[in-house]
Structures are given as structure tokens and as C-alpha cells.
């Protein structure tokens, strides 16, 4: 059974609870957690229909903010050519592409850090400049993944350079960040 | 190391089986008790966990009001309420315990039980031997005193004496007042039903 | 014996939908005998699934090579340690261990609870069962961890682990994490309990209140260990990516914090009873999600396992588990109207709201980033990917008003906060954080904190100050906590001070016990505000040529080779000077073991409470007088590890039984062997901590332990290893086994 409380009948809610105690002897009560009821007065402001409303707004709001920021901050992933395709509307983004380190046009000075070199697939083929240190798995021929930013003379200044490698393991995801083989735990199946 | 662990996990394995189908091979005397008991510990054990949880809540909001996160007045009312329900509890409990003796308590009302029906079972199986045997022309019934063998139309029995009921008779002895298969505790009053 | 393990678990799936089906029996008429024998199904399940589990422990350490899960995860090569891990280490084994996991928490707590909650057990029973056959089904029908060998490659010596994945930590990690999202089981079948009984009143509050401690505590430790192994071993010198299936893992525990919190009011005040339903069906639902997207390989990502139809059975499993639990809440919607109201908006009771409010608003975010980049390329083709400067731009402001939430709802009162109230409770830590935060931050600037050259832009800077605020301000309210509380203690009873901070503990566990814990997760945002001055710099040095990176200038010393039989071994040696003077030497390095293509690395790190050093060997050139770093300087991750290992201590204080409930269990307290479990258990939190630390000051935590390794081999005499000569005496073909 249930005790519903009414508001500011203090006098009231006191004889509700003796009831309750009854209740607890007599076996029939189970509300073991109830008793929070016991030291709670009754009353209190009840919940506007128009306050929920307004939180519902608010809410949507801030979902709307949240959720089309992440329209903006979607990184796109290309191949090469897909990449070229887009034409001048890839200046100024933030993409990640995929090609193959075309032989022969690696520039840069040996003891240094930076590279310069052009990544191709399926006969197109754009520059990509790397400030950072190369993983030791990259060189002319293997398959990469570059992320940056595309500049005006249609460079892709890249903040990291992952190199794809044939999966030793079935299934395995190929990508490798920088210099650690990133590749996925054993798989059974 | 491992053959070890997966002989011991087998024989676990085994022996929960067993004890998974065990309540459904047990003979009717046996799951009365089950289910009594059963019911009686749980009572104990329902009033158990509401005492400690009422002591922790005593606790909690006594400790709320030193560290000041309750007013005086719901301090007081709070404690007060408490208390009494955690009286009452325990009063709860304490009947049912009956000065600890209360296993005791539900074993001698479980064998009054029990023998009730053991004799209820008795009379109904006399009884159907009867009847089965008042049909048969040769047939024969044992006198419930001492068992002597007499005739199916014998209104007393030749050797002790007993005035012996009509058949028909001890057939209706079979049903009672209270159907079978439920019985009702003196001390906390609660029936049940098998 | 692989057959009796395949037996097993068809038994325990045959045995479990038995015992679902005794238990809804049981649940609908009352039966004590359908009870009991539904109770017994479980232990049964319980025992076959240990049958199960014990034959493939088995199997993997005696390399049977009969089985494909065994080649596939293992070599002849492979210490024992290693062996055990590779339990847990693909697919099949680590659905086992699952399985495992969750029939023995059904178990326990069904023992635990044989004499009560009469009304509920059933139902629980119940759903327990009815997961466990959910799961076991996906077990023995989509991976069955004793399926036979049936093509021949390397059938002698096993496929082995990747090396990259040979690291202590690598094993410890997933069966935590494992452990905490299979545990989740109980307090979710306590839930759904709720619903089917239409029980209006909150008993499965307190049942859930103390069941779902172990799922967090094992959630928080799993991810944290994932992110110390990703710091230590893939070199990008950072510890939360915002991966996908980190993402999945997170999800759930930051609902079930939420959760944690929000029974905290129903359990004193009977409010939030809807919340509460809600959040306990969305964790689990989350959980079983997230262990979705990572199987089956709709998200690629470092954890990815193969693509196989495990991924549909999921699917099934997770949406038979929507449709059920939202129906069931949907029904007992009405039925769950709280009878109190919020008497005021300052109150405990309504800053617990906002906190549910706040942790369903970060959730929703890594829900977001996470799922959209799928959802876009399955509706357009398209490939995206949402990555973790995303997700910091609006996790951080999230956390920082969480942290100042944590110290206003230790403070502020029930029902309704006076002005007096707030004026004597709030002083203090308002105080010190508007002092300490300046004070703090200046302070670290000019002993260490402006030698790291870093600027931090004006947002960053501003939400590491704020951050810091928070901290402040919630450290602050736990001292005060603890010293009102040791006040309270020495007015009502005659104690020293120590003696009281003791009994404070033993009376109110779970108060103190939770203080332990924000402790720790304020640890672990000081380590995230550290990220602010974080400075990162890839290096090419010549021999003897220096470099300033941070407040430490690195030299080169050289290269140092071994090479052991089947191993390559490259070491550099990197002096160290903060200042002008020498504080160490560091030893970064490469390997390739036996037959591997790839070489892996050895990362070393140098961890002291003010900043991390941190150096990773890339290549260097063919004559070794060369030789390119990648190089990070960490402020504050240290106390990250710290943490974690304070919140797990905190959770356990929380965790450890009372007298009293222990006493209810019908046992004594158990006196000597209560302290022996006790040292175990801080033993075993600490461990992390003390593995990191002996690994940063020592040499066993960078490349040089190879050289010592090398050393000592050359010293022995290297026999072949054993498991050769009698490999090759088996045939070569092997059959497949049933």
C-alpha cells in the first residue's frame, strides 16, 4: 500500500506515517526504502509544464550546436583521386588521403627532418609536404595515409602520415600511425 | 595443473545437476518441509535486511544533521520515525524467533503436519482397499485394530471386538474440512500451500 | 577433451534456457521448488561454462595445436603468462571469458541473496539465464573457441600474438575491462526485476547500490590500463585517443557513475525512481552496444577483430535486449512516479539531477562523434571520421562544470539550502580556490611550467585554470568533509584524531569511501589540465649533437646493437640535462624477434609527479651517426595512474563489507583472513602504480633491459627449444577435429 502525501498538512502526514509504522508490524508493508518518506515533508514546488518545455528547448539548442559542429569538424577521407576530383573546393580543407608514394619523388635533405613527396592512385596524383619524422616502414611504393590541410598550390601540408601495410594477421585493420605497427589483436575468425 | 581444474569443474558441474532437479524427485513430505521452512526464513530474512537498512538510514541522517546538512526540526522528526520502525521491527522479529527457538517451533508443527497427513493417507488407503476389496465376493478386510483378516461383511471384528464402520463410510474419511494440501501455521498464522 | 568442451558449452546453453524457463515458473507462481531449482540451473551453467573455459586454458598452454583458436593466438614460443592471456586475446576466447564472467557473478549473487529478496530473485534469475543463453548461443554458433584446425599453416609453432601486443599490461587490460562490462549483468537483471514485478518501491535499489560498485571499479582500472598501454606501447605519446571502441567502453561508465549518484537520492529520498530505471537499461544497453561495434567490425580501429557474422548475431542480441528492456520500461512507466517533489533548485537532490543531466550530455556527445562518421558513410558513401580535438572542444567545458558539480553536491543540503548554511559550508572552499588556483598556478609557472616553452592559446589556457579551479575547489570540500566529520566523532565519542579518521571509515563507508574516490578522479583531471602545456617535437640528432625540447636538452650518444639469436636489437642512448645538469640517460629502442616483419619499439618514459619525458626511437641512419626521436614532454600524467589507483582504493573501501552485512550473511567476520584479503587487494591496486614507477627509474622500462637480457643469454649455453624436437615428430596434416 502505498502513503500519498498531501501538500502542507503537517498534521496529517504525521498520523499517515504512524499508519505506515502499523503497516511495518503487521507485515504487509514493503517498502523498505520508502522510508525515506519517513523524514521528508510533504510539499513543494511542483514541476511546470512550461518548465519542461523550456528545458526540452534549451536541450535542443545546445544538441543543435554540438551536432553541427560536428558536421564542421567531419574530416573527409579521399582516395587520390577522389581528392583531385574535387578540384578547387579541396583548398583550405582538412582531409585525409590515401595514395601510393610515387618512386622517385621523395625530396628532402638526408640527417633532416621534413619530406616532401607526391602520393598517386588510379593515375592522379597530388603533393603532400611532412614536417615531422617519417616511420621507418615508409618509402617509395607503399601505400599511405596522409591528414592536413590542402594549401593554396594544391599541397597537402599533412600533420601526420600513417603507412598502410599488408596485414600479417587475417582481418587485421592495416594503418599504421607513425612509427608503431598499429594492428589489431589476434583474430580467431 | 589445468586437468585438475577441469576434473573439479565437472564434478561441480555434476553436482549442481543434481541439486537442479532434486526439488522435483522429492516425495510430498519432504517438499511440505521445503516449502514451510523456506517460507518462514524468508520472513526472518526480509525483517533482517529491513533492520539494517533502517539502522544504516538512523545512521546516515544522524550523521547528515552533525555535518549540518539537516535542519533541527527534520533531524528530530526524522530520527523519531526511525527509531520507531526499527523498534517495531525488531519486535517483528523477535516474535518469530520466539526466544531462538523458533526452528524448533516450526519443526514440531511440520510433524504435527505431516503425521496429520501421514494418517489422512493411511485412512484413504484403507479405505480404497476396502472398497476394492468389498467389490471381490471372496474378498477380505483387516480388522484397524489388530489386524485380523475378516470378511468383507463382518460387522465386528472376532478377535478384539471392534465394531467395524461400513466401508462406504471410510471412504468419506478420506476428505476433511481442509483440503490436502495446505496447512496453517500456529505461531505466525500464514498458510501455505504445497 | 575438446569434444567435452564443446559439449560443455552446449550444455550450459541447454542448461540455461532450462533454468530460464524454471525460473519464470518459479516468478509467476511462487514455487520454492522451481526457485530452488532455477537457482541450481545457475550454478549448473556456472559449472559447465568453468568446464569449458578450464579445457581451453588447458589447451592453450599445452599448444594444442588442434584447434584453431589456439594456432590462431598462440606459438610454442610464448611464455606461460602470455599463454593465459591469449584466453582473452581473439574473439572466441574472449566471448568465453565473458560468458565466464557473467555466470559467475549470477551465481554469486544468487547465493548471496538465497534468503532474500524473494520476491525479485526469480525474475532476476530469470534474466540473468536468459543473457547467459543469449550469449552462449552467439558462443557456440557464430565462435566456437573449439573449432577444429582445418587449414594447414604453421600447424606446429602457431601463429603467435602480435609482439606489439606482448606487454603485461596487454593482458591485464581486457579481462578488466571484460570483467566490468560482463558484471553489468546483475544490477541490470535487478532492474528488469523491478519492471516485471511492477514493484513500486526501491528494493532493487539497494541491491543495485552495492552490485553495481564491481562493474565500475572494473570499468574504471580497464580503461585507465588501456590508456597506460597505449601510452606506453603505440607511441603517439598520448593516452585517450577518442578511438571508437575506447569510446564504446567509456559510454558505459560514464552512465553508470551517473547511475552510482542518482541511487544515492532514491535510496534517501525515493525521487528520481525513472532516472534511475532508465539509466540502468541505457548502461547495460550501451554495454552490450559498444561490445557490437567493436566485434563486429563496423568500426576499424587499433581493437578491431575480423570481420565475420558474429557482428548479426549481436545485432540480434542488442536489439532483442532494446525491445525488451524500453517495452518493460514503457509499461511500468506510470507505476514509477516519484511521490516526492524538488523542494528547491539548491539542493542536493536537484544538483544530483542536473549531474544525471551532465553525464547523459557527455554521453550523448561521444555517442555522437562516434556513431555519425558510420551512420554517414552507410547513408552516403561517404568516409569521415570525427576526430579528438572534436571531442575535447566539448568534453573539456562539459568536465570542468562536472567538476565543480562534484564539490557543490558534497556540500550542499538536503531539500533545501539555507543562506546561513551556505554561508558556514561554502566559505572555505570558495576561499581557496579563488586563493589557491592563482597561487598554484603561478607557482608551478616559475619552477617549472614557463621552461616548457609553451604558450598555451587563450581558450586552452582558460579551461586549465578552470580546471585547476575546480580541483582546488573540490579538494577543498573533502578536507573539510573529513575534518567535520573527525569533529563530529571526537564531540560524540572520547577518540584520538586518528582513531576517529579510522571509525569514519568503518561507520560511513560509502561517504568516505566516495570522498577516496573524486580524490582520484581529481587526480585525473590535474593530469588533463597538464595536457595544456603538453609539448610534443619530432628531433634528428648527430652524434653528440644536442637539442631543447621542453625544459630538457637531449643529446645523442650513439647506437647500441644486439643480436641474440633470432632477435635484432637497436638501442639509442639519449643523455638527458634539465638546466645544464645530467639527470639521466634514456634508452629508446627497435626490435624484431624471430620471424616478425615488423619491428617493434621500445618507448622510453622517465614519469615524475611534475612532468613525463618522454622519447621514442624511429630509425637512424645505415653508419648509426644519426638518428630521429619523436619526443614528448607530459606535465602532470603521472597522476593520471595515480588516479586510477586511488579510485579503485576508494571503490574497494566502499565495497568492503560491513560488520553487520557481514553478519547478516551468517558468517563471523572472519578476523586474521579479513586483513589477509585486505593487504592482497591493496597489493593488487597498487601494482599498476608501482609497475610504472619501477619501469620509469629503472631500466626495465626502456630498451636496455634487452641488453641485460642479451647478456644473460650469451652467458648461458642457448639449447633449442624443446618444443621443436617433438613437434616434429607429429604429422603434418592435421586433422580437423569435431
Not at chain 1, 116 to 125: M, N, P, Y
Not at chain 3, 14 to 41: E, M, N, P
Not at chain 3, 321 to 338: D, H, T, Y
Not at chain 3, 566 to 584: M, S, T
Request: negative net charge.
Amino acid at each position: 500500500m502505498r502513503v500519498f502525501f498531501e501538500p502542507n498538512r503537517m498534521s496529517e502526514g504525521k498520523e499517515m506515517k504512524d499508519e505506515y509504522i502499523d503497516e511495518l508490524e503487521a507485515g504487509t508493508h514493503h517498502d523498505i526504502n520508502a522510508l525515506g518518506d519517513l523524514d521528508a515533508s510533504p510539499g513543494g514546488a511542483g514541476v511546470n509544464i512550461w518548465l519542461i518545455v523550456a528545458g526540452l528547448v534549451v536541450v535542443g539548442i545546445l544538441a543543435s550546436f554540438v551536432i553541427f559542429d560536428g558536421f564542421e569538424a567531419e574530416t573527409y577521407f579521399y582516395d587520390v583521386d577522389q581528392a583531385v576530383a574535387q578540384g578547387d573546393d579541396l583548398v583550405g580543407r582538412t582531409v585525409r588521403i590515401k595514395g601510393q608514394v610515387e618512386t622517385g619523388t621523395v625530396q628532402g635533405k638526408a640527417g633532416d627532418l621534413g619530406r616532401t613527396f607526391r602520393i598517386a592512385e588510379k593515375g592522379a596524383s597530388i603533393w603532400v609536404s611532412y614536417e615531422g619524422v617519417l616511420p621507418d616502414t615508409f618509402e617509395e611504393g607503399v601505400e599511405v595515409v596522409a591528414q592536413g590541410t590542402v594549401n593554396e598550390d594544391y599541397k597537402l601540408v599533412a600533420d601526420e602520415v600513417l603507412v598502410k601495410c599488408p596485414s600479417r594477421y587475417e582481418g587485421g585493420p592495416s594503418s599504421h600511425p607513425d612509427e608503431i605497427p598499429k594492428v589489431g589483436p589476434q583474430a580467431a575468425r | 595443473m589445468t586437468p585438475i581444474l577441469v576434473f573439479i569443474a565437472i564434478i561441480f558441474t555434476a553436482m549442481m545437476i543434481f541439486q537442479m532437479v532434486r526439488p522435483f524427485m522429492r516425495s510430498q513430505q519432504e517438499r511440505v518441509r521445503f516449502e514451510i521452512l523456506d517460507h518462514d526464513l524468508r520472513r526472518v530474512g526480509e525483517l533482517a535486511a529491513r533492520k539494517a537498512g533502517l539502522l544504516e538510514s538512523l545512521r546516515e541522517v544522524e550523521f547528515d544533521y552533525k555535518t549540518g546538512k539537516l535542519t533541527d526540526e527534520d533531524y528530530q522528526a526524522a530520527k523519531s520515525r526511525y527509531e520507531r520502525a526499527t523498534i517495531k521491527t525488531m519486535r517483528a522479529l523477535d516474535e518469530i524467533h520466539g526466544g531462538r527457538g523458533w526452528e524448533n517451533a516450526v519443526d514440531d508443527e511440520l510433524n504435527q503436519r505431516i503425521a496429520v497427513m501421514q494418517q489422512r493417507e493411511q485412512a484413504a488407503h484403507r479405505a480404497e482397499a476396502a472398497a476394492h476389496s468389498a467389490t471381490k465376493v471372496n474378498a477380505e478386510i483387516e480388522c484397524p485394530d489388530c489386524g485380523k483378516q475378516l470378511e468383507a461383511d463382518a460387522r465386528f471384528c472376532s478377535k478384539c471386538g471392534t465394531t467395524l464402520e461400513q466401508s462406504s463410510q471410510k471412504s468419506g474419511a478420506g476428505e476433511s474440512a481442509e483440503p490436502k494440501n495446505t496447512s496453517t501455521l500456529t505461531k505466525s498464522g500464514s498458510k501455505v500451500t504445497i | 577433451m575438446n569434444t567435452i568442451g564443446s559439449f560443455a558449452i552446449h550444455l550450459a546453453l541447454y542448461i540455461s534456457l532450462v533454468g530460464t524457463a524454471l525460473a519464470f515458473v518459479a516468478g509467476r507462481t511462487g514455487s520454492k521448488r522451481f526457485l530452488h531449482a532455477s537457482r541450481f540451473a545457475a550454478f549448473s551453467t556456472f559449472g559447465s561454462v568453468a568446464v569449458a573455459s578450464s579445457i581451453l586454458l588447458h589447451a592453450l598452454i599445452t599448444h594444442d595445436f588442434s584447434l584453431e583458436y589456439v594456432v590462431s593466438n598462440t606459438d610454442t614460443h610464448m611464455p606461460l603468462f602470455y599463454l593465459i592471456g591469449s584466453f582473452w586475446g581473439g574473439q572466441a576466447g574472449s566471448l568465453l571469458f565473458w560468458i565466464s564472467i557473467v555466470t559467475l557473478f549470477t551465481s554469486l549473487c544468487l547465493w548471496v541473496y538465497r534468503d532474500s529478496y524473494q520476491e525479485f530473485m526469480p525474475w532476476v534469475t530469470m534474466i540473468c539465464l536468459a543473457i547467459t543463453a543469449g550469449l552462449l548461443i552467439i558462443l557456440s554458433f557464430g565462435s566456437n573457441p573449439f573449432a577444429g584446425y582445418e587449414v594447414i599453416h604453421h600447424p606446429l609453432v602457431g601463429n603467435g600474438l602480435n609482439p606489439i601486443l606482448q606487454s603485461p599490461k596487454m593482458v591485464i587490460h581486457p579481462p578488466s575491462l571484460l570483467t566490468g562490462l560482463a558484471s553489468m549483468t546483475i544490477p541490470f537483471a535487478f532492474a528488469m526485476a523491478a519492471l516485471i514485478t511492477g514493484s513500486t518501491d526501491a528494493e532493487w535499489v539497494k541491491a543495485a547500490r552495492a552490485w553495481i560498485l564491481v562493474p565500475w571499479l572494473f570499468l574504471t582500472a580497464g580503461n585507465i590500463l588501456g590508456g597506460m598501454w597505449a601510452y606506453e606501447e603505440l607511441g603517439w605519446g598520448g593516452y585517450w585517443a577518442w578511438d571508437p571502441v575506447e569510446n564504446a567502453s567509456f559510454m558505459p561508465w560514464l552512465l553508470a557513475t551517473a547511475l552510482i549518484h542518482s541511487l544515492m537520492i532514491q535510496e534517501r529520498r525515493g525521487m528520481l525512481k525513472r532516472w534511475n530505471v532508465g539509466l540502468m537499461l541505457a548502461t547495460y544497453i550501451l554495454t552490450i552496444f559498444g561490445t557490437y561495434i567493436t566485434r563486429s567490425g563496423l568500426i576499424e580501429s587499433v581493437h578491431t577483430f575480423a570481420q565475420s557474422a558474429i557482428g548479426d548475431y549481436f545485432l540480434v542480441f542488442l536489439l532483442t535486449v532494446i525491445a525488451i528492456s524500453v517495452g518493460l520500461f514503457a509499461w511500468r512507466w506510470n507505476s514509477l512516479k516519484s511521490t516526492r517533489r524538488l523542494d528547491s533548485v539548491a539542493s542536493r537532490e536537484a544538483t544530483f539531477m542536473l549531474n544525471n543531466w551532465l553525464f547523459c550530455a557527455m554521453t550523448a556527445v561521444v555517442f555522437f562523434g562516434t556513431l555519425w562518421p558510420k551512420l554517414k558513410e552507410g547513408l552516403t558513401g561517404q568516409e569521415v571520421s570525427i576526430t579528438a580535438p572534436w571531442f575535447d572542444k566539448w568534453m573539456v567545458p562539459l568536465a570542468i562544470i562536472l567538476v565543480f558539480l562534484m564539490g557543490i553536491g558534497t556540500l550542499i543540503a538536503w531539500r533545501k539550502a539555507s543562506w546561513s548554511h551556505f554561508r558556514r559550508d561554502f566559505i572555505g572552499p570558495v576561499l581557496t580556490f579563488m586563493l589557491g588556483t592563482p597561487a598554484l598556478i603561478a607557482a608551478y609557472w616559475f619552477v617549472r611550467g614557463k621552461d616548457l616553452g609553451v604558450i598555451p592559446s587563450g581558450l586552452t589556457a582558460f579551461y586549465a585554470i578552470m580546471m585547476v579551479a575546480g580541483c582546488v575547489f573540490v579538494t577543498a570540500t573533502i578536507v573539510q568533509e573529513f575534518y567535520r566529520g573527525i569533529q563530529a566523532r571526537r564531540r560524540a565519542h572520547d577518540e584520538s584524531v586518528m582513531r576517529a579518521l579510522v571509525m569514519l571509515f568503518q561507520k560511513q563507508r560509502r561517504r568516505y569511501g566516495g570522498y577516496i574516490v573524486h580524490m582520484g578522479m581529481i587526480f585525473a583531471f590535474i593530469a588533463f589540465s597538464g595536457n595544456a602545456l603538453k609539448v610534443e617535437k619530432d628531433v634528428a640528432l648527430t652524434l653528440g649533437e644536442s637539442v631543447q625540447v621542453g625544459d630538457v636538452t637531449m643529446t645523442f650518444r650513439g647506437l647500441s646493437e644486439e643480436n641474440p639469436p633470432g632477435q635484432q636489437l637497436i638501442i639509442a642512448n639519449v643523455d638527458v640535462y634539465r638546466g645544464g645538469d645530467f639527470i639521466y640517460q634514456m634508452h629508446p629502442g627497435k626490435a624484431k624477434f624471430g620471424d616478425q616483419t615488423m619491428m617493434t619499439s621500445e618507448i622510453d618514459i622517465k614519469s615524475s609527479p611534475l612532468e613525463d619525458v618522454y622519447v621514442a626511437f624511429v630509425n637512424a641512419s645505415e653508419n648509426g651517426q644519426s638518428a630521429t626521436f619523436k619526443v614528448f614532454i607530459g606535465p602532470f600524467t603521472w597522476w593520471y595512474w595515480v588516479g586510477m589507483v586511488v579510485m579503485m582504493l576508494g571503490a574497494f573501501i566502499c565495497l568492503w563489507p560491513s560488520r553487520e552485512a557481514v553478519a547478516t550473511l551468517g558468517r563471523s567476520p572472519l578476523g586474521f583472513g579479513r586483513y589477509m584479503a585486505m593487504g592482497a587487494l591493496l597489493a593488487v591496486i597498487f601494482m599498476p602504480l608501482a609497475v610504472w614507477q619501477i619501469e620509469s627509474d629503472t631500466d626495465w622500462g626502456s630498451a636496455a633491459r634487452w641488453q641485460r637480457a642479451a647478456l644473460m643469454q650469451r652467458e648461458q649455453a642457448a639449447p633449442p627449444v624443446e618444443n621443436d624436437v617433438n613437434d616434429s615428430t607429429e604429422p603434418a596434416a592435421i586433422e580437423k577435429s569435431s
